[in-house]
Each structure stands twice: as structure tokens, then as C-alpha cells.
């Protein structure tokens, strides 16, 4: 009787365990959910620092051109929020550098009003809507800013949520991480994707933002009236002839992006990392990404080789921020207009000074 009940008792703990099994959610569907909860926090704090390495081929150049080229070769890029997406308010502190040259600024957005503050412009700067687009757009250029159909948003997400499946999504380890707000108990997730993975996903999505006629339509027309103002500009300070005869009408933005496109397929993904940290409430505290690509580009100025690195990650989600605003008064601030008005010969963020 002893030996059928244990039969019994070993039965329903296999059976159960099979049924555990079986309910359990695999890797791929674990990350999946925790990005997309990740996505929708409405509250919160993130750090995202990025640094991007670009080599060119330069034999065969002017003397002076590499010079040009090593300003682009490497850039580092920080960025660290706080936000209540319900109250519309934020905090951006953004750092921006490149071999020559460095920049650093404060965003606050309260209330769809936007304030700024960096170090060149000795009062705060408040933009109201989508006024900081470009300095001579006007509001009529603004409201129709070109933009992606939701159409076209929706299936380039579809199109790199494809990518991830069973096969390529693993949890690897328990582990205990390092975060602003102490040490953390999460699971480190990997996602292994290839070359012959990743370069169809990013012609896929070349193509779909091909295929929207009114945002490539738009593109064009807002980059045809830029380049003429340009023309006329230096008409003026250079003697050149009339900006009619710029040779604007010659600009695709399809064809420089159908090049782009080509510049994939004469390109190898050769590495290609990305980790991702999750914890015990299914948010994502830590993402890493790497890549490298290797171009089989060999003409002068062309590029040789592209390499990032981005981290980024995330802390006190959906827990109430408390972010401090700037006193903004007449006498610190002045209007994006009035700006404008005061540096209309342009002014280098970089250095400060007006060109």
C-alpha cells in the first residue's frame, strides 16, 4: 500500500511539473513582454551613453580633407532624463563630443513649453511648440514638417520585432547589477542576430519609408528650400551668381537614400551584441548594444569602417519624480524669436560667438 502511494505522490509531482512546464514563458516571449512594458513606463529615470567610431579610406585625398573627415571619426553621446510622461515634464541633460569640439545643454519641457540651457547662450532659452525645428523655418513650414505615417511606424516595428525568436533570445544568468539605485537581483538576457538577419530588416525598412510618397515628398521639398537658401545666402557674401541658377533642382532625397541603400549590400555586419538586464519586475534596468560594420568601399573619402556602443539604463520607473525647474523670469530668459533676431548672422553653439 506504502509503495502504490509513493508511486502515487511521484506521479503527481512529475505531473505537475510537466504542467509547470509546459504553462512557463520561453526566453523570447520574457524579453518581449519586459520591452514592451519597459517601453510604456510612464515615469522614471535613464542614462544612455553612446560612442560611434567611423574610419574612412583617405588615400588619394586633398591635403586638407582628412582633416575634415577626422572631425566625424569619433563622437560620444550622453544622456540623462527624468520624466512624468502624465505631467508632461522632463529633464534632459544632453552631452555631445567629437575630436574638436563639445557641447552641453539642459532641456526642461513643462507643459509643451521647452527650455534650454547651455553654456554659450548666457540666458535661458524658451521655445513654445515646434519652434526649435530650424531657425528660419516658419510656423507654416512647421505645421507641415514631414512626418511617417503610422502606417509606416507600425510595420518597420513589425518588421524588427520579426527578428527576435525561441532561436536567437536566451537568459543566461542569474546576476546581481550596479544601479543608481543599488545593487539589483536580474536576469541577463541575450539576442544574437547575424548579418544575413540584420540587412534585410534595414533594406525592409528603407523600403517602407520609400514607399510613403507624402514623407519622402515632403523631405524633398523641405531640403530643396533649404540648399536654395543656402544658394542665397552666399550670393550675398560671396559674389556668386544669382541662387536661381543653383543647381537645387538636381537633388533627389530618393536617390541619395536608394544610395544608402546600396551602401548596405556592399557592406558586412561583422559583429553584432546586444544584452539585456531584467529584473524581478519584468522591466528592463540595463541594455547594451554593439555592432560593427566593415564597407567594401574603396574609392577616396569613402567609408572604410562604422562602430558603435550604446548602454543605457533605467531606474526608479513609475515611482513619482520631483524635477526641479529653473526660476524663468524676463530678465534670464529670452524667446527663441528674439534669439533669432539678436544672432541672425548665426550663432556657434560650439564656440560661442557669432560667425
Known amino acids: 500500500m506504502k509503495k502504490k502511494a509513493i508511486a502515487l505522490i511521484i506521479i503527481s509531482l512529475l505531473i505537475t511539473a510537466w504542467a509547470?512546464?509546459?504553462?512557463?514563458?520561453?526566453?523570447?516571449e520574457v524579453y518581449m513582454e519586459a520591452s514592451e512594458r519597459t517601453q510604456n513606463v510612464a515615469r522614471g529615470k535613464s542614462e544612455t551613453n553612446m560612442t560611434m567610431e567611423i574610419r574612412f579610406n583617405k588615400e588619394g585625398l586633398p591635403e586638407d580633407i582628412p582633416d575634415g573627415l577626422e572631425m566625424f571619426e569619433?563622437?560620444?553621446?550622453?544622456?540623462?532624463s527624468e520624466y512624468?510622461?502624465?505631467?508632461?515634464?522632463?529633464?534632459?541633460?544632453?552631452?555631445?563630443?567629437?575630436?574638436?569640439?563639445?557641447?552641453?545643454?539642459?532641456?526642461y519641457?513643462?507643459?509643451?513649453?521647452?527650455?534650454?540651457?547651455?553654456?554659450p547662450i548666457p540666458k535661458i532659452v524658451v521655445i513654445k511648440g515646434g519652434e526649435f525645428v530650424h531657425p528660419d523655418w516658419t510656423a507654416g513650414d512647421i505645421e507641415n514638417m514631414p512626418a511617417l505615417s503610422q502606417e509606416s511606424l507600425e510595420a518597420i516595428e513589425k518588421v524588427w520585432k520579426s527578428l527576435y525568436n525561441d532561436?536567437?533570445?536566451?537568459?543566461?544568468?542569474?546576476i546581481v547589477l550596479d544601479t543608481p539605485e543599488g545593487s539589483v537581483k536580474a536576469t541577463k538576457y541575450e539576442m544574437n542576430l547575424t548579418d544575413e538577419q540584420l540587412k534585410p530588416a534595414i533594406r525592409k525598412t528603407m523600403e517602407i519609408v520609400l514607399s510613403d510618397s507624402a514623407f519622402m515628398e515632403g523631405v524633398e521639398d523641405m531640403m530643396r528650400s533649404a540648399m536654395k537658401e543656402h544658394a542665397d545666402k552666399l550670393d550675398g557674401t560671396t559674389g556668386r551668381p544669382d541662387g536661381d541658377d543653383f543647381p537645387?533642382?538636381?537633388?533627389?532625397?530618393?536617390?541619395?537614400?536608394?544610395?544608402?541603400?546600396?551602401?548596405?549590400?556592399?557592406?558586412?555586419?561583422?559583429?553584432?551584441s546586444q544584452t539585456a538586464f531584467i529584473d524581478r519586475d519584468n522591466y528592463i534596468i540595463e541594455e547594451r548594444l554593439s555592432f560593427d560594420i566593415l564597407y567594401h568601399f574603396t574609392g577616396a573619402g569613402t567609408p572604410r569602417s562604422f562602430r558603435m556602443e550604446m548602454m543605457k539604463k533605467n531606474w526608479d520607473l513609475n515611482r513619482p519624480q520631483e524635477i526641479y525647474f529653473p526660476e524663468v523670469t524676463a530678465?534670464?530668459?529670452?524667446?527663441?524669436?528674439?534669439?533669432?533676431?539678436?544672432?541672425?548672422?548665426?550663432?556657434?553653439?560650439?564656440?560661442?560667438v557669432t560667425d
Open 109 to 119: 519641457t513643462k507643459d509643451g513649453v521647452v527650455y534650454v540651457i547651455t553654456p
Open 20 to 28: 509547470s512546464g509546459c504553462g512557463s514563458k520561453s526566453d523570447y
Open 74 to 80: 569619433d563622437m560620444a553621446f550622453e544622456l540623462r
Open 331 to 352: 530678465e534670464n530668459s529670452i524667446m527663441l524669436e528674439e534669439l533669432k533676431d539678436e544672432y541672425k548672422d548665426g550663432y556657434n553653439l560650439f564656440e560661442g
Open 248 to 272: 537645387d533642382q538636381g537633388f533627389s532625397f530618393r536617390e541619395a537614400f536608394r544610395a544608402n541603400m546600396d551602401a548596405v549590400e556592399h557592406s558586412t555586419i561583422k559583429t553584432f
Open 84 to 107: 512624468d510622461k502624465e505631467k508632461e515634464e522632463s529633464l534632459r541633460n544632453i552631452f555631445v563630443k567629437t575630436k574638436d569640439f563639445g557641447l552641453d545643454a539642459k532641456v
Open 167 to 174: 532561436d536567437n533570445v536566451s537568459a543566461l544568468e542569474k
